[in-house]
Structure formats: structure tokens, C-alpha cells
């Protein structure tokens, strides 16, 4: 099949869209607790809101896929992620928060859901691999940027004399002691303009492979009895709040403990966290190539726990760079996990691979925990629940049976066994 480039610079561009709109929670944090008066519990019910959408959409989008196609999915994703950036812009209190997250997690899951396929199809198979490293880092800078770009438009239009321009305009927009809302107003805009795009771009017909199909309902239910399904599904709910739970709370943790202003030297953390978890992934490319994957999951989270620790316990000079240590270690836990799952089932890999996509709902579940914890402990002894999840994910070096390791340049292939 003829390659498409333009649609694949379009499947670029929704990477960075996803990745802008999702990962910019967390330095919102301290300026949603202070402006609606939220506890941590309730303000941990925000990124629940986004992340449980997930587990909502994932597999029944993978269902409507076949029949609707991918540019009526992609389409209605952005009027759902709009819907949902506009409901918080006019009505900016805490229930439409809530909705409003909700229905951005809802566009972005179906979004996620339609451009792997797409990617494939678009790009050719031979490319496939090199176009899904290529997402990755545009997905990592765009995590980079969105706290940056939420901490210029916060302190323009907090500065006196600032508000000029698109300033000037949001200004007369936002309600003056929420000016982060003016975030929300940006999505909007986003989101119009890719719809308008998606709608005038013209699509390949896309033919699913078999591993890319969602299956019928009765298929997860076989797949949920076989006890490595769900270790495996346990492992990426570990993984999303893990990397959520940090995220989310660096900058809340950074003005709890050492008086740090958000909206600058939390955003910047933030930001230096997702953008060391794109360096890292690189450097985890590399490693895969010289030795087991699930010795490079050991040494990564063992790592990333260290750096965690040193976060949570040490100087504010060590947690500004313990902090984004974390994500330059956690970066290549998410492939590792579901390129052994996936590795370690016979059949059924479409289905399944919905269901480890599902386990993005531990976005919700464990930065939520780590708020209510913090409510009643404190959030550093909150933030301490999350050496539970990232203990789980070092145990999968231990356990894990994958039927073919990943290839190394031995260039041996050979059966799997632990490492232990």
C-alpha cells in the first residue's frame, strides 16, 4: 500500500494533542485547591474523573472502530475533548471540573484507541516500529511543554500591564482569581481546529490485523480468567498511577514542604519530569537491545524508587532533581509491560491488548489514594503508597514468562526463563 505521509504527520500531530491536554493535571493541582477550596481527596477526584473515561471508552471504541471507521471516531473524539475544554471555560467551579475532565479522558481514550492502526496503515508495516518511537518522543515533548505553556499564560495574566493581545483577550475571558482557566479556553481552540482538519483530510481504508481487533465481550471475559491477564492488567494500572500519582502531586509536594511557587518552580519540575521521561526512553531503546527486558524493568524501577525516595525525604535541591529522576527511570516501563504481556498470551492479542489499555484507569485509582491518604497522613506519607505499586512493577522482572524474549544483538534466540 502507498505510504500516506500526511496522514501519519496527522497521527504526529494527535500524539502531541493527547499527550498536551492529558499531562498538564498535575501543575494544575495547587491552583484547583486553592481556587475552588478542595481538599486532597476531592482535588484527586479530578485526574480520577480523566483517567477513569479510560476504563469507560477504551474497548467499547475498539468495538464501534469497525463500523464507524477512523475519521468519524477521530472526528467525534475532538467534539467530545471540546464539549468537555468549553464546559470548564464558561463554567469554571468544581462539579463542571469534574465533567469536564471526564469528557476530555473520553475523547482522548477514543483517540488512543484509533491512530495505533492507523499508524500502521498510514506509515507501512516495515516503518511501523521506527513511526512509534517517533509518537513517543512528540508525545514526551508535548508533556514537556504543556506545564510551560500553562505557566506563561498563568503569569501574563497575573502580571500587571501584561494582559495585551491574545493576553488582553483572555483576560476579559477568565474569572480573575482563575486565571488558569485560560488553559481550558486553549483547548477549546485546539480541539476546534483538529476537527475542522480531521474533516477535511482525506483517509486510507484501514485493515485491522488480527492482533489489533477488540473481540467480542466474550473474549475478555475468557481473557480475564487466565491468571497472567490479570497480573498483567494489575501491572498497568501500577503503571499509569504510579506515573500519574507522581506527577500529579510534584508540585503540590514542592509548596506543601518547601514553599515553592507553583505556577513557576512546580511547572518547571513537572515539565523536567515528563521531558527526562523522553531522554530516558531513549536510552531504554538502547538498552533493550543489549539485555533482557526484564532485567531492564528490575533496574529501572529499582532506580526509579531511589529517586523517589530521595523526592520525598530529601533537601528541596535534591527533590528538584529526584523528582524528575522518577520519570527518567519509569520511562521505559510501559512498553516493557505490554510488549511481556502481550508476549506472554497465545491468542487473542487484540482483546487483550484492550484490556491492558483498560489498566490506564490506574491514573484514577492511585492518585486518588495518594490524595485521601494525605488528607488523613499527610501527602508525604500519601505519596509513600506509591513504593507498593512500583514494588509490583519490580517484581514482574522475577515472575514474568515470556514466550520469546525481546532480541538482543547476540542475535540468539532462546527460550525464556527467569533471571533469578
Known sequence: MKKNYYIVALIMLTFFVISFMTNVTGPLIPDMIKGFNLSLTLVSLLPFAFFIAYGAVSIPTGMLLEKFKEKKIMAASFVVALIGSMILALFPNYLSAVGSLFFIGCGMAMLQVVINPLLRTAGGEENYAFYSVLAQLIFGLASFLSPLVYSKLVLNLTQPGQQKGVFGVLSNLVPTELPWISLYFLFVVICFIMFFVIILSKFPKVE??????????????????????????????????????????????????????????????????????????????????????????????????????????????????????????????????????????????????????????????????????????????????????????????????????????????????PFN
Open 208 to 417: 485491522l490485523n488480527n492482533d489489533e481487533k477488540a473481540g467480542l465481550w466474550e473474549t475478555h471475559l475468557k481473557l480475564f480468567k487466565q491468571r497472567t491477564v490479570i497480573l498483567f492488567f494489575i501491572a498497568m494500572v501500577c503503571y499509569v498511577g504510579t506515573e500519574q500519582g507522581v506527577a500529579n502531586w510534584i508540585s503540590q509536594f514542592l509548596f506543601t514542604y518547601h514553599k515553592q511557587d507553583p505556577q513557576k518552580v512546580g511547572a518547571e519540575t513537572v515539565a523536567y519530569f515528563w521531558g527526562l521521561m523522553t531522554a530516558g526512553g531513549i536510552l531504554g531503546l538502547l538498552l533493550l537491545k543489549l539485555m533482557d527486558s526484564r532485567i531492564v524493568l528490575a533496574i529501572f524501577t529499582g532506580l526509579a524508587i531511589v529517586s523517589l525516595a530521595a523526592g520525598l525525604f530529601g533537601s528541596l535541591e535534591t527533590a528538584l532533581i529526584a523528582f524528575p529522576l522518577v520519570g527518567f527511570f519509569a520511562s521505559v516501563l510501559y512498553p516493557i509491560i505490554f510488549s511481556l504481556a502481550l508476549n506472554s498470551v497465545t491468542e487473542h492479542h487484540g482483546s487483550f491488548a484492550g484490556i491492558i489499555v483498560t489498566g490506564i484507569i490506574g491514573g484514577a485509582i492511585l492518585p486518588l489514594i495518594v490524595g485521601w491518604l494525605g488528607d488523613q497522613l499527610g501527602l508525604r506519607i500519601g505519596m509513600c503508597f506509591l513504593f507498593l505499586s512500583l514494588g509490583y512493577i519490580f517484581s514482574i522482572g522475577f515472575w514474568a514468562k515470556p514466550l520469546v524474549t525481546n532480541k538482543t544483538i547476540s542475535l540468539f534466540k532462546k527460550k525464556a526463563e
